[in-house]
T-cell receptor
Framework: DTGVSQDPRHKITKRGQNVTFRCDPISEHNRLYWYRQTLGQGPEFLTYFQNEAQLEKSRLLSDRFSAERPKGSFSTLEIQRTEQGDSAMYLC?????????????FGPGTRLTVT | TQLLEQSPQFLSIQEGENLTVYCNSSSVFSSLQWYRQEPGEGPVLLVTVVTGGEVKKLKRLTFQFGDARKDSSLHITAAQPGDTGLYLCAGPSGGGSNYKLTFGKGTLLTVNP
């Protein structure tokens, strides 16, 4: 399977702990996006990378959140000092710059529960 | 801010029935994408519509893009339990070179056997 993969699929953590999620995009895709989805809502944009450069961050992304894509391949999203409000599904998507119609392909997501 | 409103929010029908769900905006989108999402999984891309008035068919699913490219609809013929899921519409809204997607809240469809 050469789709987008995410690890872990589920994470339960206590408030105040740090967590890190990983996303492996489709191999030839140079754009990588992070979204967050809460119950009853559609995904909301957090940040995106073109190759290794992080080009935009949403205001949803507080300074407790950091994302990296060190070699333009996989990406990590770290949340420091987690809060209960961080509980959500974190989705990663990838696309190919120049791919017609801005199509993005999503991974299975990481479900974060902060207790 | 470009917003997408989806209706209905919830839909529960019997197997074999037909249904239509809607995605509306006051803004023009260069394209709209439809995704289906199952519980605990990521959205799966179904189709992209680009041209105003365009109609695309995917087996029993028919997608239409409004002439003014502000709205779209998804019609399912003879729904089956396997069609159950959250149907999301999304459109690029970043401007410039950021093609981040803006999503609607989705229509949660349940098809009962």
């Amino acid at each position: 399977d050469t789709g987008v993969s995410q690890d872990p699929r589920h994470k339960i953590t206590k408030r105040g702990q740090n967590v890190t999620f990983r996303c492996d995009p489709i191999s030839e895709h140079n754009r990588l996006y992070w979204y967050r989805q809460t119950l009853g809502q559609g995904p909301e944009f957090l940040t995106y990378f073109q190759n290794e450069a992080q080009l935009e961050k949403s205001r949803l992304l507080s300074d407790r959140f950091s994302a990296e894509r060190p070699k333009g391949s996989f990406s990590t999203l770290e949340i420091q000092r987690t809060e209960q409000g961080d509980s959500a599904m974190y989705l990663c998507a990838s696309s190919l710059l120049g791919l017609a119609n801005y199509e993005q392909y999503f991974g299975p997501g990481t479900r974060l529960t902060v207790t | 801010t470009q917003l997408l409103e989806q209706s209905p929010q919830f839909l529960s029908i019997q197997e074999g029935e037909n249904l239509t769900v809607y995605c509306n905006s006051s803004s023009v989108f260069s394209s709209l994408q439809w995704y289906r999402q199952e519980p605990g999984e990521g959205p799966v891309l179904l189709v992209t519509v680009v041209t105003g008035g365009e109609v695309k068919k995917l087996k029993r699913l028919t997608f239409q893009f409004g002439d003014a490219r502000k709205d779209s609809s998804l019609h399912i013929t003879a729904a089956q339990p396997g069609d159950t899921g959250l149907y999301l519409c999304a459109g690029p809204s970043g401007g410039g070179s950021n093609y981040k997607l803006t999503f609607g809240k989705g229509t949660l469809l349940t098809v009962n056997p």
